[in-house]
């Protein structure tokens, strides 16, 4: 019986078998591949297209602050630049005054509305980037949410 059993496996039919099973296995993983890479692409596909709409979110986001006058009041366009400025006025005007002499204490008190001045553009310039830095964790905040509302792939194992 065990030589029956012996040749029985060894013949053509389980080899033929065998071959048939291998092909269907592999042809069950090729599809299974195929699904999980036309998955993979089509979510590469959403995650482009959530990517667009948020540059465009973006984009309209800055023309609207661009063109709000409130934001655009409260933005001065080359801050620094009038900082700077008035602090060569000042220097000037202690200069010219002076003639080349150590300033007196009257002459710097002429500089103080420049100082206060100063503070204030840098104080609103201070306030803009902190808005301008919550706009962008805002962004930031959707697209990791965008990412985070792609469920996992799940096992095929």
Known sequence: MADLNQQNL????NANEL???VQNMLNQMQQRFQNMSDNIVSRI????????????????????AQNDPDVANN???????IANQNLIDCYEHV?????????DANLLQKCEPFKREIQEVLISD??????LIKQRLIILKRISHTFKAVPAEPSLY
């Not at 060894?10 to 039919?13: K, L, M, P, S, T």
């Not at 709409?53 to 973006?58: K, T, Y």
């Not at 933005?75 to 630049?81: D, E, L, S, Y």
């Open 95 to 103: 200069k010219s005054q002076s003639n080349g002499q150590k300033p």
């Open 75 to 81: 933005q001065r366009p080359g801050a620094g630049a």
């Open 19 to 21: 071959t048939q099973l």
């Open 10 to 13: 060894d013949g053509v039919d």
């Open 126 to 131: 201070r306030l803009v980037m902190s808005e």
């Open 45 to 64: 596909d959403d995650m482009g297209k959530r990517i667009d709409e948020l540059e465009a979110s973006i984009a309209d986001l800055v023309n609207e």
